[in-house]
C-alpha cells in the first residue's frame, strides 16, 4: 500500500532533500562519464595509428589564431595591474614593490588564468559546436563504419594540440604581459626603465614560470576534454549543438577556476 505524501514543511524538506540528492548523483555520473572519456581518449595518444597532420591542423588552430586575443588580454592585464597596484601601494609608500606584484601575478596566475579563458571561448565552442555538428549529422558514425576510431582521430589530437598550444600561449601572454606593466611603469608612472626591469628580473624565479606552464598545459586538457565531450555527447539537432557549446565554455571555464586553486594549493602551500 502507497504510503501518504508528506505535506506541508515536512513534504517541503523532503523534497529539497531529493533535488540535492538528485543533483549530487547527476554530477557524480557526468564527472565517471568525462573520466572514463578523458581515460579513453588519453590512450589513445600512445597507440598507433598517430594522425600527425590533423595534430598539427589543430595546433595550428589554437596557438596561431588565438595569439592575438591572448596578447591583447595580457598586455592590458599588465597595464592595468600596474596602475592599481600603484594606486593601493602609494598609501603605503610602498610604490617599489609595483614591479614585483606585476611579474608575480601575471606569471603565476593572470597569464595561465585568463588565457586559458580566453581559449575556453573561442577554442571550446569550435570544438563543441564541430563535433557536435558530426554527431547529429552522423559523420562520427560513419567514421566508426569506415573503420576509423572516432576517439583516435577527433579527440586525441584536439587534447594533445590544446595541452602542447596554451603553455606556448602562456609563455607570450606573461612577456607581454610583464611589458605593459613596464610600459605603465615607465611612462604613466614615472619609474626609471632600466630600474623597473632590474626589480622585474630580480625577483623572477624559475618556480613562478613553471607553475604558469603546468596551469597552463592542464587548463588547455580541460579545455579540449569538455569541448570534446559536449560534442561528442550532444542531440537534438541544431538545438543541441548549441546547448552544447554552451556547456562546454561554461564547463571549462569553472574548471579552469577550479583547477587553478589546487594547482596553486600543491604548487605554494606550506
Not at 523532503?14 to 540535492?20: E, H, N, P, Y
Not at 590512450?43 to 590533423?54: A, D
Not at 577554442?123 to 572516432?150: H, K
Request: include cysteine; glycine fraction near 12%; proline fraction near 3%.
Amino acid at each position: 500500500m502507497p504510503r501518504p505524501a508528506a505535506g506541508g514543511a515536512a513534504g517541503m524538506v523532503l523534497d529539497g532533500i531529493a533535488a540535492i540528492g538528485r543533483g549530487v548523483i547527476g554530477v557524480t555520473r557526468d564527472l565517471g562519464a568525462v573520466t572514463l572519456f578523458a581515460a579513453e581518449a588519453v590512450s589513445h595518444l600512445v597507440r598507433p595509428p598517430f594522425y600527425g597532420r590533423i595534430l598539427l591542423r589543430h595546433f595550428i588552430e589554437i596557438a596561431y589564431f588565438s595569439l592575438p586575443v591572448v596578447a591583447l588580454t595580457a598586455v592590458f592585464t599588465g597595464m592595468v595591474l600596474a596602475l592599481q597596484s600603484y594606486t593601493g601601494f602609494a598609501r603605503f609608500n610602498a610604490e617599489g614593490a609595483v614591479a614585483n606584484v606585476v611579474v608575480l601575478s601575471i606569471t603565476r596566475e593572470l597569464g595561465p588564468v585568463l588565457a586559458g579563458l580566453m581559449v575556453a571561448g573561442r577554442i571550446g565552442a569550435a570544438f563543441a559546436a564541430e563535433i557536435g555538428t558530426m554527431r547529429v549529422t552522423d559523420q562520427i558514425d560513419a567514421l566508426t563504419t569506415l573503420s576509423t576510431n572516432p576517439m583516435k582521430y577527433l579527440v586525441a589530437p584536439r587534447l594533445l594540440a590544446a595541452s602542447i598550444a596554451l603553455p606556448l600561449l602562456v609563455v607570450v601572454a606573461d612577456i607581454l604581459g610583464v611589458m605593459g606593466g613596464w610600459l605603465i611603469g615607465s611612462v604613466r608612472l614615472g619609474f626609471a626603465s632600466q630600474s623597473y626591469l632590474s626589480a622585474t628580473f630580480s625577483f623572477l624565479q624559475f618556480a613562478d614560470v613553471l607553475s604558469g606552464l603546468v596551469k597552463a598545459a592542464a587548463f588547455g586538457f580541460v579545455i579540449a576534454l569538455m569541448g570534446c565531450w559536449c560534442g561528442y555527447h550532444s542531440r537534438g539537432g541544431a538545438q543541441g549543438v548549441g546547448g552544447a557549446t554552451t556547456t562546454a565554455v561554461v564547463a571549462s571555464s569553472i574548471l579552469i577556476l577550479a583547477f587553478d586553486y589546487v594547482l596553486t594549493e600543491l604548487f605554494f602551500a606550506r
